[in-house]
């Protein structure tokens, strides 16, 4: 069984219930999720065995984010426990033309304060298959900068496949210091994912007619930037998700992908997600899906449409992560999106 490996930080996440705004709110939902944490829960619902790699405080609030990912058999082994604090963040789901927000509660976290010796990095990529890490990690501080190159360097080392969701948080780093950081990263990467602000920001591509704000998709402005990132970079797969916001509550969801090594271009089949239930997270359960479908031996094209199916259905999940199995990601490739009740 191929295993995937994946780095970052795990936060207790705390949302307005019922679409409230934080003003109204006297209580929150409570769950666990991040990124890559995202990414490792949905890995191992289809099978694979995937590992979360973080730093957590030796406290009750760090057995609880262990214990959250332990419920979907995502191994856990090495975890460090160290660091003063779970890191924290605030959601208020909007709804219609009120888009959501979130508010960051993770300064002096764990997994900002931990280092490369916290880690016993060849141990941990020794039997590994595969890396996932994204922008947001490296973006929490500078000794996780390191901590991230680290991982890179280890991974490439025992020659697993990595691959990097740029991932841009302006609430958390500028774009001068993301490309100053993440170019020098790339050289690690076989699969890139990102949309168009992401390669403008992260790695300093100019996007030409595409706007990820207004929702205008025109593919040959992502096709051009694959081109130059896989030119620069050298990635094997240049891949992005597409969202066309017509509301919170109302999104088209597809993606692209440029393939390095034959230079072809696809877009995949495009879902409308109305309502949506709980978009946080959908840009990593797209990730794990198009992983999964590498992983799995399919072509590009299969791989890139099963990521973009299993992440329209995590549109329709509350939480960050995406509970679906591969079954019911496999019937919605296949053109099942009638919703019907199954009996």
Not at 29 to 51: F, Q, W
Not at 185 to 208: H, R, T
Request: hydrophobic share 35%; with cysteine; aromatic share 10%.
């Amino acid at each position: 069984m191929k295993k995937v490996v994946t780095l970052g930080e795990i936060m207790l996440r705390l949302s307005t219930p019922n679409n409230q705004k934080f003003i109204q709110s006297t209580g929150f939902d409570v769950n666990y999720g991040g990124g890559e944490a995202n990414v490792a829960v949905s890995l191992a619902n289809y099978g694979y065995v995937s590992e979360f790699v973080t730093a957590l405080p030796a406290n009750e609030l760090g057995d609880c984010a262990i214990s959250a990912l332990r419920k979907y058999n995502v191994k856990t082994d090495h975890i460090a426990r160290c660091g003063e604090r779970l890191g924290i963040y605030y959601l208020e789901t909007g709804s219609s033309m009120r888009p959501s927000k979130v508010v960051y509660d993770r300064a002096h976290s764990s997994m900002s304060t931990a280092t490369p010796a916290d880690f016993d990095f060849d141990e941990i990529f020794a039997d590994a298959d595969w890396f996932h890490v994204s922008g947001i990690t490296p973006a929490l501080s500078d000794t996780a900068i390191e901590l991230t190159e680290a991982a890179l360097k280890a991974a490439k080392k025992h020659g697993v496949t990595v691959s990097c969701d740029l991932n841009f948080r302006k609430k958390l780093w500028s774009s001068e210091k993301a490309q100053k950081v993440m170019t020098g990263f790339m050289k690690y990467v076989d699969v890139c994912i990102g949309n168009e602000e992401d390669a403008d920001l992260v790695l300093g591509f100019k996007p030409g007619n595409t706007d990820v704000t207004s929702g205008n998709l025109e593919l040959s402005g992502y096709e051009d930037i694959f081109k130059q990132m896989v030119a620069k970079f050298g990635f094997k797969y240049a891949v992005s998700s597409l969202r066309v916001s017509h509301s919170a509550s109302d999104n088209g969801w597809s993606g692209c992908i440029y393939n390095g090594e034959t230079g072809e271009f696809y877009h995949s089949t495009e879902y409308r997600i109305t309502p949506i239930t709980d978009r946080v997270g959908g840009g990593d359960s797209f990730a794990a899906g198009l992983i999964t479908g590498l992983l799995d031996g399919k072509d590009f094209k299969a791989a890139l449409e099963f990521g973009v199916a299993a992440s329209a259905l995590k549109h329709t999940i509350p939480g960050d992560f995406n509970l679906v199995t591969r079954k019911e990601v496999e019937n919605l490739c296949g053109g099942n999106a009638s919703g019907r009740v199954q009996r």
